[in-house]
């Protein structure tokens, strides 16, 4: 059974940073791409960072970018997501993901399992 387990969401403020974590079960992180998506209140599911399988191929969206840092540790079989200069509008719920793809990533579809999500809220 694959599960993906989210942490290290909460209320920050603005200028503030934080680190998640998405903790995976039944598959090997090193072997799949993973991704991280978010979903604010109201306004559909976006991309915000992926890596690949294999070489480890970074991608992050332009909302982001220079501000996301995605990153595995292979001995934890985790993956992260660190950011930093945070912003009001990266308030959202935010998912881990994984895939057998290893491109087209920014797409949704292109994963097979997902996390429950772990809620970030930046405040003004």
């Known amino acids: 059974q694959v599960q993906l387990v989210e942490s290290g969401g909460g209320t920050v403020q603005t200028g503030g940073s934080l680190t998640l974590s998405c903790a995976v079960s039944?598959?090997?992180?090193?072997?799949?791409?993973m991704g991280w998506f978010r979903q604010a209140l109201g306004k559909e599911r976006e991309f915000v960072s992926s890596?690949?399988?294999?070489?480890?191929?970074?991608t992050s969206a332009d909302s982001v970018k220079g501000r996301a840092t995605i990153s595995r540790d292979s001995a934890k079989n985790t993956l992260y997501l660190h950011m930093n200069s945070l912003r009001p509008e990266d308030t959202a719920l935010y998912y881990c993901?994984?895939?057998?793809?290893?491109?087209?990533?920014?797409?949704?579809?292109?994963?097979?399992?997902w996390g429950q999500g772990t809620q970030v809220t930046v405040s003004s």
């Open positions: 993901a994984l895939s057998s793809y290893l491109n087209l990533l920014t797409v949704a579809t292109r994963y097979d399992y």
């Open positions: 890596i690949t399988y294999g070489a480890g191929v970074t």
């Open positions: 039944g598959r090997t992180v090193s072997k799949y791409s």
